[in-house]
Structures are given as structure tokens and as C-alpha cells.
């Protein structure tokens, strides 16, 4: 079992720039993917970015050449720069790692991001 814990949303002005984190404990040997999913209110969850444990990475289509995620040297935690932000990427952002293995997938508790002036 591994256990996600996030770190740094908040509230920031339209144009400026956070730094989401995810840092994995527990079982991460048999961790295949970690990434990002977000939800706005009244909204679906949606993938905003995910990278592999062979440092492939994704993103939605509305955040590429704004967001980057990327992965320390021990692959236990997971970066999501966020940069040129919008009213619309305001959300609740949930980080998520799936396995090797048919685990179930494991989520974090959800972070707040916040876009306004």
C-alpha cells in the first residue's frame, strides 16, 4: 500500500505560478505511474498531467506549455509546476499513483487551487 500526501495549492493571482507536490511512502517499488488529476466544482475529474516510472510524461491539452510534472531522483515524490495560471484551472487537485500489479489505484486527500484577483 502506498500513501500519497500533497502539499502547496493555494491562492494565487491570474498569470502567476505554484508548486504542487505528492511525495509517495509505503510499497513505491511497484509504483508504474503518478500524476495529477483535478476537479472543479460541478465538473468531472479530469487528467492534468501524469509521468511514468520511465519518465514519460502526459498532459491534458489545456495545460501543455504551462504546467510541467517531473519526479526526484528516488521517484518518491512528484513535482507539478504550475506556471501562467488561469481562472479556469482553479480545482481541487488530487494526486494518484497506479501500479505494476492490478492494485487498486491510490489517491491523495486533495489540494486547493485557487486563481482569482
Known amino acids: 500500500q502506498v500513501q500519497l500526501v500533497e502539499s502547496g495549492g493555494g491562492l494565487v493571482q491570474p498569470g502567476g505560478s505554484l508548486r504542487l507536490s505528492c511525495a509517495a511512502s509505503?510499497?513505491?517499488?511497484?509504483?508504474?505511474?503518478m500524476g495529477w488529476y483535478r476537479q472543479a466544482p460541478g465538473k468531472q475529474r479530469e487528467l492534468v498531467a501524469a509521468?511514468?516510472?520511465?519518465?514519460?510524461?502526459n498532459y491534458a491539452d489545456s495545460v501543455k506549455g504551462r504546467f510541467t510534472i517531473s519526479r526526484d531522483n528516488t521517484k518518491t515524490t512528484v513535482v507539478l509546476q504550475m506556471n501562467s495560471l488561469k481562472p479556469e484551472d482553479t480545482a481541487v487537485y488530487y494526486c494518484y499513483a497506479d501500479y505494476i500489479s492490478l492494485t487498486p489505484r491510490s489517491w491523495g486527500q486533495g489540494t486547493q487551487v485557487t486563481i482569482s484577483s
Open positions: 509505503g510499497s513505491i517499488f511497484s509504483i508504474y505511474v
Open positions: 509521468i511514468t516510472s520511465g519518465g514519460s510524461t
